[in-house]
T-cell receptor
Framework: DSGVTQTPKHLITATGQRVTLRCSPRSGDLSVYWYQQSLDQGLQFLIQ???????AKGNILERFSAQQFPDLHSELNLSSLELGDSALYFC??????????????FGNGTRLTVT | GESVGLHLPTLSVQEGDNSIINCAYS??????FIWYKQESGKGPQFIID?????DKRQGQRVTVLLNKTVKHLSLQIAATQPGDSAVYFCAENRETSGSRLTFGEGTQLTVNP
């Protein structure tokens, strides 16, 4: 068990809808990362938050947004959903925000299916 | 462009054999490398890591080798077991990108009994 908790585990919704994915990092970790994993694809970095502030941005669509709250949990909001947004969404956490040399610890993901 | 990629998408071995999973990277500025294991329905699980100032690092039944000259990383699993069946990803971290990781495409390891 990595200590990173993601909810819900599964989510099925229709095109055009909006969903919110939630992540609680490991106790003590200040950074939260969101990754997308499509079918047969590797993990694509979306965005990172450190202690409530956005730290780094990857290939995140404008329809997607995230935030990290004072209690350090994070939410990823996906809006105007399209069929191509169907994927596994993973949250990871780490202690620091910018130093090289720390592994990320991943949750078990939220499987999003857009119909 | 900069990328971290894997040589083979699938690898099939017999139980008890040693497995070698390879990874190529293109950015010589990469400082830190990690191997993750992902089982079906689960998130990536940390296996072993290595810094760019090292050539080899050993863990329990696993060894990571780093060849900076040819930008090549490998994961060796000794006495492979059925429980080792999973997708293995290499990931890299470079100082210019902070603490986030860039992942390769993954290798599916199948262990035959």
């Amino acid at each position: 068990d990595s200590g990173v908790t993601q909810t819900p585990k599964h989510l099925i919704t229709a095109t055009g809808q909006r969903v919110t994915l939630r992540c609680s990092p490991r106790s003590g970790d200040l950074s939260v990362y969101w990754y997308q994993q499509s079918l047969d694809q590797g993990l694509q970095f979306l965005i990172q938050y450190y202690n409530g502030e956005e730290r780094a941005k990857g290939n995140i669509l404008e329809r997607f947004s995230a935030q990290q709250f004072p209690d350090l949990h994070s939410e990823l909001n996906l809006s105007s959903l399209e069929l191509g947004d169907s994927a596994l969404y993973f949250c990871a956490s780490s202690l620091g925000g910018s130093q090289v040399g720390s592994p990320l610890h991943f949750g078990n993901g939220t499987r999003l299916t857009v119909t | 462009g900069e990328s971290v990629g894997l040589h083979l998408p699938t690898l099939s071995v017999q139980e008890g054999d040693n497995s070698i999973i390879n990874c190529a990277y293109s950015n010589s500025a990469s400082d830190y490398f990690i191997w993750y294991k992902q089982e079906s329905g689960k998130g990536p699980q940390f296996i072993i890591d290595i810094r760019s100032n090292m050539d080899k690092r050993q863990g329990q039944r696993v060894t990571v080798l780093l060849n900076k000259t040819v930008k090549h990383l490998s994961l060796q699993i000794a006495a492979t077991q059925p429980g080792d069946s999973a997708v293995y990803f290499c990931a890299e971290n470079r100082e210019t990108s902070g603490s986030r990781l860039t992942f390769g495409e993954g290798t599916q390891l199948t262990v035959n009994p």
